[in-house]
T-cell receptor, first 110, second 116 residues
Framework: GEDVEQSLFLSVREGDSSVINCTYTDSSSTYLYWYKQEPGAGLQLLTYIFSNMDMKQDQRLTVLLNKKDKHLSLRIADTQTGDSAIYFCAERGSSYKLIFGSGTRLLVRP | GAGVSQSPSNKVTEKGKDVELRCDPISGHTALYWYRQSLGQGLEFLIYFQGNSAPDKSGLPSDRFSAERTGGSVSTLTIQRTQQEDSAVYLC?????WGRGDTEAFFGQGTRLTVV
């Protein structure tokens, strides 16, 4: 079935790069997404990548996709304290559903 | 409206009571989704609407859960005879249409349900 897995926690120092990893099982995934959830807030779409791409860059964010290994990563350059949040990986395959991982809590230390 | 609106934002209810959670999607969005987020967990898909019809209800946890959508707009998620394990944040999302993967799904702020 469809499954998305992420590590639960990541702690980095302000100014360093953060790399959040995700693996998925649905080989028919067409789009993969990264969402950000700040405390007490809803989910905000950060970026997405189409499955025929292997990289997408958007300002401080870089998404890497290894379709063979079904591995997705989100790199945040020059991480700031405002980046502290929970980051969810999600995939959409042949169905209409967005399947989410359990989220990675990013803590940015001053 | 400007975004997806959910009400109430918080709901505390006694075990065994029924609750209704409301979602107002973005105007013109035909696809509407309900998810549940339990403490420390990811998002669990509950149900999806395309227009007023729900092609797949398999994500609903039990027959105590039901949802409807009227006029292709507002949706209501009803939980009957609430149990403590129903305590979670219920999130609603809408998107312009379901078939386009590059169409963003916009999420509401959620309803935090606490069953005591």
């Amino acid at each position: 079935g469809e499954d998305v897995e992420q590590s639960l926690f990541l702690s980095v120092r302000e100014g360093d790069s953060s790399v959040i990893n995700c693996t998925y099982t649905d080989s028919s995934s067409t789009y993969l997404y990264w969402y950000k959830q700040e405390p007490g807030a809803g989910l905000q779409l950060l970026t997405y990548i189409f499955s025929n791409m292997d990289m997408k860059q958007d300002q401080r964010l870089t998404v890497l996709l290894n379709k063979k290994d079904k591995h997705l990563s989100l790199r945040i350059a020059d991480t700031q304290t405002g980046d502290s949040a929970i980051y969810f990986c999600a995939e959409r395959g042949s169905s209409y559903k967005l399947i989410f991982g359990s989220g990675t809590r990013l803590l940015v230390r001053p | 409206g400007a975004g997806v609106s959910q009400s109430p934002s918080n709901k505390v209810t006694e075990k065994g009571k029924d609750v209704e959670l409301r979602c107002d999607p973005i105007s013109g969005h035909t696809a509407l989704y309900w998810y549940r987020q339990s403490l420390g967990q990811g998002l669990e898909f509950l149900i999806y609407f395309q227009g007023n019809s729900a092609p797949d209800k398999s994500g609903l946890p039990s027959d105590r859960f039901s949802a409807e959508r009227t006029g292709g707009s507002v949706s209501t998620l009803t939980i009957q005879r609430t149990q403590q394990e129903d305590s979670a944040v219920y999130l609603c999302a809408s998107s312009l249409r379901w078939g386009r993967g590059d169409t963003e799904a916009f999420f509401g702020q959620g309803t935090r349900l606490t069953v005591v």
